[in-house]
């Protein structure tokens, strides 16, 4: 639901808002859970060195989010799932809190996949660090030139990059680590998530 | 590129995102012009009443117009055709002039589709009104249920309408007219904007 | 009511406002509606290189509209026709459609009174081409120095230009056209519009 | 420049506006200033619930004045005398501060003519304590009906007033003293503050 | 509780905050009232140019007042007396108002210590002229390096200075008169200003 | 520097406001670096149901914070550590990176100490849990009644609670874990957080 269109280092500039539709479909299609359009931008400022970054000023975005919520209660929708597929978008949290406070009865969940126990569990499993534009990010449907085989030494960050510090550090723009993992792995983050994603969607 | 998330009455509630997206990719073929991901809500406050409508306040499109054209012209982007597909995103053309006086060199088109030259010329040719969600939206990618085979009586408004005054008023959510057109009249159609579309994309 | 303080050529700067005030204090004296005191000012970014256009902001003058909307609806008003002398003021539209949503029982009408159908009938049967500062705007009262005789070739736009290209491309301001027309047409112009607001007016 | 459209009294709706635009065109007259086209809304949200008082938030005005100062800067002015009408309106003082800091090389002066020292120096003169909608306003061009002979005494008032509160306790929206004063005493504030202006209108 | 972080020539940079913070200490120890932490930020576009000058904009400021009384107001408060330390924060009266309209059976008090009556009565009888950064501000918990003997002459100024003219016109901060004044005298003001406060605390 | 007033169980309402004050005064007193007056205030709506709760929107915050910066900067300032200690104001992060694009030359840096890998290590040493009002934040200057000795259950919570419901899930305030820890402990999480800090003021 929650996408932004910014760099990934080797993969689709639409990376963050293509895992968490992907995800939505397939929870659509096991519980006929209504799938809103992608917000195909998010909160990127610390990209927009990269080309192809398109970012929303952090009020734009969380007006944004508001205005779907806000537009779908008046409709009489009561259950939210925000599936979040970027990192930057977190702050739409607060704004949700807010709303919670304005609109009864409403039920909100929030999910972020790349940083859900599941992700944690199966990363140590496989001793793989996840990390922005590297293997956790590698999907099929998500790659879309050819990845290096041999990962990527972590640039070491203290404190906030300007975006043009950010490209300078980071180069191709993955933050470091693997570039790809065993389809097999990225299968399992896939079904781990969808199936938080369904127990969530019983909004209990 | 610009297109809204609201009732078309028997069309797709993203009729106003796909039409601009489809002429937008058939630009892009021809011309390798660079298609940003879709804007897939608008401001559409009278259909609020309608489900599925999700509007976005004045204020939060524009802004985000904003954001999308800063985002890239920072990374030397200068050209920039604003497909239209939703007349209530209208308004975003007085934010692009405001942005026109501050960022230097940008050339900037907008293109409203339905309420173009061309368009005005085929629906005089063939004697058939435009208007939302009657036949000329209704290209075979639009459509997701049957089109009634009787056309509708446009009811008569005047003043501008609540949403739920709207929906009273509009019913099914066309504003009248035919629903459908021979395919060859849609083609006809595309084909028109499309020329527009390119003519536009030589910025001269 | 809705008017501008901006460039036309060869006459008043505010001419968006006197326009509609003349029409408004015509139909006041002959119904009694009460008459708010003019906004002087509306959204003309494109005008900004032209010495005397003050422009709104897209976001201030929508504000300021809701505000004046909201005043008066406090105080048991319900039914406000808006006669707007100024293209680039149309935004206001979708706030208002926003505050019908939030507003319960408020009319609200908006007249344009250059655009409407009334216009363009008569401006047909003279084969005269309404404009920006052109005859049809040239009333007794909105000029303030002697119209040139003969008309002007308007410049060919094609895409939204800044306010410098405008003032460039459009020279004296006008956006060609002759400069002005017999006052019987635009008597005829102005009891067309004053007949349209006081039917307007019966909130029907 | 900037006045307001709220409830004085037996005086004009508009008397926070027509007496700084009195004072303009008379200083005008003498010294060729241009004047703006009236600001004819202030912020006026204590006296709401007065009919015909049309408040403007206090961003909404601030912001308008902005857009002001910004459109003629852009052109090329410099030197800016605000001629305020109304004590809401003060609140620009701080966002105009905030200009200077942005716009090099612009003078900016603001005049209150009622809280002036000249008016201090007059009004103890004849003994006459200046309020809202007292003798002090009561020019001959913002009468609008017969005054009052006898004077009001002005109601305790302690903290801030909701506005159904400021028209319980106020009744005819006079804050108290006498309703008139010979028109010599008018005359003599009126050349007071006209000098004031011009004295002002030196930048010096 | 509102304060300001900004230059006072020889005397905290937080003096604005910690004047109306006794008085509120010194208040509550009589009657109890709560007191809610200070707000160590003001509106001080104009002393920008002084190191240690932390200003909010107007917008930041008055939106961050509506948020504490409606934090509080949700939560059942209803009175609230708001001690301001700082001309510039006077704004958020108009904000104030605004929210009197909006959250029914609400009791505000606004109480500027430095402008009171009881001030100017003080000032009048020892012949001090109150003043910005002056003796009427140098308590002995706002002194952090020895005051001079001599006063200073209060430049002349005239209209609205930008943050770099105000500090090239006023040196080291002080707007003049006397940097000093018997402790006695202070004492009084303190006193004064309590006496005041204790009586706005009763809300009748 | 960034704090809050919200409910923190049986601690300080200001317990967000005073642990990074007191890591800032002791680091400051090492390295002599500038503290800022602290931010008493922060994002949390969802605890707005506790009195003594004073949360700013998210809009007003991030402001807040930007003006903070800006004032700073223009000064000369080039190096800002930001110590937060409320997991609310997480969102000024996204603010702060796009002020990086524009005010260049700045260096950032955030520390939220409780999130701290330092706190991490030494919570799972000891074995304990932190949360929000639990014994990470039970220091000696953030109690103000007597903690309970034994602990609490924390409750299951799934999804964005409203205010409302928070209070009624969450009880005393505390999210659980036990209510204390030894000094010993709590000293050990000061230092450590301490020591990142100074490596943090390094700016390297």
Partial sequence: MLGACEQHGYLSLLTDAKIPLALADAASQQTNTLVAPPVNFGASPYFLAYPGTLSLRLNTFVDLVEDLVRSAYGQGFRRFLFLNGHGGN???????????????????????????????????????????????????????????????????????????????????????????????????????CLSDILQLLQFE
Same sequence: chains 1, 2, 3, 4, 5, 6.
């Avoid at 680590?177 to 299968?187: E, F, N, Q, R, S």
């Fill in 90 to 192: 977190d702050s739409a949290r607060v704004r949700l809190y807010e709303l919670a406070n304005q609109l009864p009865g409403m039920h909100l969940a929030w999910y972020a996949w790349w940083a859900s126990h599941s992700v944690e569990i199966i990363a140590q499993k496989y001793e793989l660090k996840p990390s922005h534009g590297n293997w956790l990010e590698a999907f099929t449907f998500t790659q879309v030139v050819e990845l290096p085989d041999e990962g990527k030494v972590p640039p070491p960050v203290r404190g906030l990059l300007s975006a043009e510090e950010a490209r300078h550090v980071y180069g191709d723009g993955s933050f470091g680590g693997p570039y790809k993992a065993d389809k097999a792995i990225l299968d399992e983050v896939f079904a781990a």
